[in-house]
């Protein structure tokens, strides 16, 4: 068996340095060949990881030809802004170099397992590798990964057949403990624990076994009428209309033509992407707030949640999508 851990500029050590340790340990008490390697998809060369800034040697590229497991670790950076050293913005940084098509091909191939740790989910999810595959990230980031067309799940690890994903930022230990046991069996990911004095967090999901029943909740006759979508009135802000607008993200511009009416005392709407159009999904307006949901495709899949106000003809507000930073909404209504 051959892992191989994928290094890019920015990574979280701990999501590389932890599953290297498990490997590498779990090859000392397999009775197979196991080897593992840092790589990049750029090849032999010294990467900086983030925040800490220390360089790890990668061996190679990235081998497709490989059989066996390809990890990769999240970002390191910061949270609180949209800048350089963001942790968004460094994975979508690693998403736009080569690695973004290894990782296309890698997800296809039935030799390999494709696993991620804590963020690392989030690149594969930034490309629409994920759409419909069950996965899991850090906490702060199961928006983004709903956002982008993955089925988000709970669980510390999840085993979705070729791709296992691990959340949060010490995680790595279990999925790589996961993957001993399943690879190699039992007995050898315990003697890797007991080695590490560590055991195994949490329960490894699963698309198997019988679902948990939905437990009834009651609901009162007040709360049922809270939860009705609330009958629009024309005069409470004028949005009808063709509003060309721009989003500023913390990954690029995006340019809509957002077309709005009212129908039937009820908002309708579409969203113009270049030659895509798209439904407004939801949209409600709330006092001086118009709300909607809207899916794009660049410059990457995501679902957005809008939140905008009108005066006279200009429109201004944020959309946002889980852990990215909110980003910033202009426009104005385009006359006949």
Known sequence: ???????????????????????TAAAMYSNEEVTVEFV????????????????????????????????????AGSVDNDGPD?????????????????LKEAIKKPTIVLSTVCGGAL??????????????????????LRATGAIPIHS???DDGNLVTAGGVTSGLDVALYLVERELGPRIALEVEQLFEY????????????????IPQDHSPEQETKTLAPKLVHDEMNVDGKWNTSISTPIGKIAALIDIVFKDGRIEGTAKQGEEIVPLENPVLEGNQLKWILKVSKPMRLTLKFSVSVEGNKMYGEAKAGMLPASKLTGYRMTQ
Do not use: C
Not at 86 to 102: D, G, M, N, Y
């Open 40 to 75: 990049s998809a750029e090849g032999k060369r010294i990467v900086e990881s983030g925040v800490n800034h220390v360089k790890l040697q990668a061996n190679g590229k990235l081998d497709l030809l490989h059989k066996g497991i390809i990890l990769v670790p999240g970002a």
């Open 156 to 158: 510390r690890v999840v």
């Open 199 to 214: 055991e195994r967090r949490g329960t490894t999901w699963k698309a198997i076994g019988d679902m948990p029943k939905e």
């Open 1 to 23: 068996m051959h892992i191989q851990i994928v290094l890019f500029d920015g990574f979280d050590l701990l999501d590389a340095i932890a599953p290297y340790e498990v490997f």
């Open 86 to 102: 963001s942790i968004p913005v460094k994975l979508k940084q690693a998403s736009e170099t080569e690695l973004r098509h290894l």
């Open 123 to 144: 690149i594969l999810a930034m490309d629409g590798l994920l759409v419909g595959r069950h996965a899991v990230t850090h906490h702060m980031g199961m928006e983004l």
